[in-house]
């Protein structure tokens, strides 16, 4: 028997010991059986009461705090992801991205709000309308800005709470791929036109998912932190007039 059975066991029987060598004092000092039967039985109808409160109503609301702790930590993450490597490379994509102009408006906030949803863009992305156009990218400095980004996008997989958002993992994963992609390559000025053609998936792949990421995550610091959204806004990637100095 492991251990920890072996501990819960022995703690088991010594409360069960107890409470009947409590229940034979009991009787013992007040020679009163059916006392004691009437306050045994009338415990045992309340367990299932008990076991209600306990377990579906306390526990779901330490649940519920615990889990709501777990995603501040989570965005926080997020906010340094996209500080470090999601903004700059939201910039790069976007702007070898020919049809970005059909979903511009939906990234950009008007009166303190993202005009658009995730689910807006969604369809933009995956129908490839707004898709990369290799030529638009010079692969030589994406390479080496994400292969500089390498000990930090690490560091972010072995967070634990990461795993904890599914679609930001798929993202860490999709960039961690273009990643090594990029870095097998010696020479990408002269790559044949398959390759490039898979080099554009991997940015796609990467697109698709940055670009919802980012816009949940927007929504996150409107929400929660206007001083952040306010920065974010005057930095944004969609924006072609977005300024970061305040005019008034």
């Given at each position: 028997m492991k251990e920890e059975h072996r501990w819960k066991l022995i703690a088991a029987i010594a409360l069960v010991t107890l409470s009947l060598a409590l229940y034979t004092v009991h009787f013992f000092i007040f020679r009163d059986a059916q006392h004691i039967l009437i306050y045994l039985v009338g415990d045992l109808a309340f367990v299932p009461i008990e076991v209600l409160i306990v377990t579906l109503i306390i526990d779901q609301?330490?649940?519920?705090?615990?889990?709501?702790?777990?995603?501040?930590?989570?965005?926080?993450?997020?906010?340094i992801f996209f500080s470090r490597i999601g903004t700059p490379l939201l910039a790069t994509l976007s702007r070898a991205d020919p049809g970005i102009g059909t979903v511009r408006h939906l990234l950009v906030a008007k009166d303190g709000v993202i005009a658009g949803k995730p689910?807006?863009?969604?369809?933009?992305?995956?129908?490839k309308s707004c898709s990369i156009a290799m030529n638009h990218v010079?692969?030589?400095?994406?390479?080496?800005?994400?292969?500089?980004?390498?000990?930090?996008?690490?560091?972010?997989?072995?967070?634990?709470?990461?795993?904890?958002?599914?679609s930001f993992t798929d993202l860490l994963l999709a960039v961690s791929h273009l990643t090594e992609e990029l870095k097998a390559r010696d020479d990408l000025a002269s790559l044949p036109t398959a390759d490039i053609a898979h080099l554009?998936?991997?940015?796609?792949?990467v697109y698709s998912r940055l670009v919802p990421e980012w816009m949940k995550y927007m929504e996150y610091l409107r929400t929660h932190y206007p001083y952040l959204f306010s920065l974010a806004m005057r930095t944004n990637p969609f924006d072609d007039g977005a300024q970061v100095v305040v005019k008034g």
């Open positions: 609301m330490l649940e519920s705090r615990e889990r709501q702790r777990k995603m501040e930590k989570l965005n926080m993450v997020i906010g689910e807006d863009v969604r369809s933009c992305l995956d129908s010079d692969m030589g400095p994406l390479r080496d800005f994400l292969a500089g980004q390498e000990d930090f996008l690490l560091r972010l997989v072995e967070n634990p709470m990461v795993f904890e958002h599914e554009s998936g991997d940015m796609h792949r």
